[in-house]
Structure formats: structure tokens, C-alpha cells
């Protein structure tokens, strides 16, 4: 308790919205992604400190005209690694991000009429992989996708990213 007249900072548990604090638990609880709280409020995502953070290894197959294959995926270690693109980067990496540094070695994707499409691989519960959709990008114009955060999608360290460029 701060004495009299002097202002109190309060501790990390004594905020609004976090279990146990001065709000008595009934606070927002954030989702798995913390960007939006599942009461249905939307706060902003917390900014991550890249400078303190320690980057990860993301592995990027990209392919022109198409998606690869889930079978070229099926065998750890047998990846079309002609196509990959090794990354180091942080979790909240967006796609327009990533769609920049795609750009730096694939001339295709340069083009003012490019659209890359990212879906993400991950190996479900039995340890089969399954692909889903992450998002687009245009290289002309800006999209509800450009600024969609790996965090935000089932990413975990490890998985890969299947991108098909479109010129």
C-alpha cells in the first residue's frame, strides 16, 4: 500500500482484465492469437520487442502458377528443397512481410499483376499433414490479408509455408 498523497503503480496483477486483479477475474480473457479478447471487444495486439525476441527458422516452398502437392510434403526430409526459401523471422511476421522478402529472389512475384497465396502445413493429431489457407497478397494493391500475422493462424515453429505466385 502507498502511503498517503503518493500515487500507487500497481503490480502486473492488479491490472483491469487479468485474473485475480482488482477486477476480481471478470476481466477480458485473451485468445490463443491475443488480439481479440473473448468478450468480444477488439484491443489492439501487443507489440513484440523483435530486438529482445530470438527469431525462428521458417521454412517457405513457393511454386509459380500453383500451390505444391500435400504428397510432396508426405516424407520428412524429402521436401522440394529447389523451391524453398529459408526465412528467420518472428511471430508476428505478416504476409505483406513475407511477400517482400519472396520478392528479393523470385522475380515473378515482382510483377505489378502478382498475387501469392500462402497456406500453412502442420501435421494434425495422427501426424499426417494437412494444408490450410493463411491468405493473399497483391503486389498492386493492398488486402484484408496484408497485415494478418502468423500468430494469428495455428502456426507453431516448425511448420511450413506453402506459397503459390501468380504473375
Request: aromatic share 6%; hydrophobic share 30%; with cysteine.
Amino acid at each position: 500500500m502507498a502511503p498517503r498523497g503518493v500515487e500507487s503503480r500497481g503490480g502486473p496483477y492488479e491490472r483491469p482484465g487479468i485474473r485475480g486483479g482488482k477486477s476480481g477475474g471478470k476481466g477480458n480473457f485473451l485468445t490463443g492469437s491475443n488480439n481479440v479478447p473473448m468478450g468480444g471487444q477488439h484491443t489492439p495486439r501487443k507489440a513484440m520487442d523483435r530486438a529482445r525476441t530470438c527469431p525462428f527458422l521458417l521454412r517457405v516452398f513457393h511454386k509459380i502458377g500453383g500451390h505444391h502437392g500435400l504428397e510432396a510434403f508426405s516424407v520428412r526430409g524429402k521436401e522440394p528443397v529447389d523451391d524453398e526459401l529459408q526465412v528467420y523471422t518472428w511471430p508476428d511476421v505478416t504476409l505483406r512481410e513475407l511477400a517482400d522478402l519472396v520478392k528479393d529472389v523470385a522475380p515473378e512475384a515482382r510483377s505489378h499483376s502478382a498475387r501469392l497465396s500462402f497456406r500453412l502445413i502442420y501435421p494434425d493429431k495422427a501426424g499426417r499433414n494437412v494444408m490450410t489457407e493463411l491468405g493473399t497478397v497483391t503486389a498492386a494493391k493492398r488486402g484484408p490479408d496484408d497485415e494478418k500475422p502468423l500468430s494469428a493462424s495455428k502456426f507453431q515453429t516448425g511448420d511450413l509455408l506453402n506459397l503459390a505466385i501468380y504473375p
